[in-house]
């Protein structure tokens, strides 16, 4: 069963940064697309960013220019680097394959941005 692990998350005030990262237990370069979903409260999950095996990525519009999507695959590492974080960004956020069949959710990691 492959496993998820993210971790990172944290309380930062508005316009600070995070690095997330997602700990997978199989080779992602075999994974078509990586992505980090994220849940706000009262809202549904959402694709916020994502990678494919070649390199490319994709972010949705109310994060562009500040988050960074990257992998590892030598440690099978999936990261998100969040920058100039607004509260609006607070959510759980997930990590799981994008654009493909979805492996088990993992427990997320809370990123709260409050002053």
């Known amino acids: 069963q492959v496993q998820l692990v993210e971790s990172g998350g944290g309380l930062v005030q508005p316009g600070g940064s995070l690095r997330l990262s997602c700990a997978t237990s199989?080779?992602?370069?075999?994974?078509?697309?990586m992505g980090w979903y994220r849940q706000a409260p009262g809202k549904q999950r959402e694709l916020v960013a994502s990678?494919?095996?070649?390199?490319?990525?994709n972010y949705v519009d109310s994060v562009k220019g500040r988050f960074t999507i990257s992998r590892d695959n030598a440690k099978n590492t999936v990261y998100l680097q969040m920058t100039s974080l607004k509260p609006e960004d607070t959510a759980v956020y997930y990590c799981n394959a994008a654009g493909g069949v979805l492996f088990k959710w993992g427990q997320g990691t809370q990123v709260t941005v409050s002053s």
């Open positions: 199989r080779s992602i370069w075999s994974i078509v697309a």
């Open positions: 990678i494919t095996s070649g390199g490319t990525t």
